[in-house]
């Protein structure tokens, strides 16, 4: 079945440091993959998302290429911030119509000053 | 954009009683909505996909008779956590899908934290 291998966390980076988190998937035909966060206490907002292969996804300084090649969809921010600090799921959505989405286990990240 | 609201965020409750959340979506319609499970630290468990106007579809290991979900309109769906116990004290989150958003995007809600006493 569909699935998405996010990098373990918890990951804890400076201010200003650059930001990857690595995400690969399984799944049949050509799944939509998505980004979403989740900041302490709330639910899941949708961070960026990308539908096809070579899409970039873009967000709030955030960016992830769908690479077919690969399987992959990694995040990456060049600076982050305090604020960033959150836990970040990568997901897909491998069929059309109302499906539900497949979600990595995430990663908490934590950004100190 | 897409909103969908869960409500209540909080509930405390007594091992034994039932517990009712609601997950709405407000500037859409929603015929099918999705219920996750959240453990401490863990990723979302998708435990059932609920259908406006018919039975709502379980993963596998969701006790049906359980976790109660209704989906009375194309706005509203209900999960009853039935004779609630301490094993079950989870943060419970719904999300939908706007038809007009495109791309398989979901929208969740922000979700309704359980304690069982």
């Known amino acids: 079945g569909d699935s998405v291998t996010q990098m373990e966390g918890p990951v804890t980076l400076s201010e200003e440091a650059f930001l990857t988190i690595n995400c690969t998937y399984t799944a049949t035909g050509y799944p939509s993959l998505f980004w979403y966060v989740q900041y302490p206490g709330e639910g899941l907002q949708l961070l960026l998302k990308a539908t096809k292969a070579d899409d970039k996804g873009s967000n709030k300084g955030f960016e992830a290429t769908y690479r077919k090649e690969t399987t992959s969809f990694h995040l990456e921010k060049g600076s982050v911030q305090v604020s960033d600090s959150a836990v970040y799921f990568c997901a897909l959505s491998s069929a059309s119509g109302n499906t539900p989405l497949v979600f990595g286990k995430g990663t908490r990240l934590s950004v100190i000053a | 954009g897409a909103v969908v609201s869960q409500h209540p965020s909080w509930v405390i409750c007594k091992s034994g009683t039932s517990v009712k959340i609601e997950c709405r979506s407000l500037d859409f319609q929603a015929t099918t909505m999705f219920w996750y499970r959240q453990f401490p630290k863990q990723s979302l468990m998708l435990m059932a996909t609920?259908?406006?106007?018919?039975?709502?579809?379980?993963e596998q290991g969701v006790e049906k008779d359980k976790f109660l979900i209704n989906h009375a309109s194309l706005t509203l769906s209900t999960l009853t956590v039935t004779s609630a116990h301490p094993e079950d004290s989870s943060f419970y989150i719904c999300?939908?899908?706007?038809?007009?958003?495109?791309?398989?995007?979901?929208?969740f809600g922000a979700g309704s934290r359980l304690t069982v006493l």
């Open positions: 999300s939908a899908r706007d038809p007009l958003s495109g791309a398989n995007v979901l929208t």
């Open positions: 609920s259908n406006e106007g018919s039975k709502a579809t379980y």
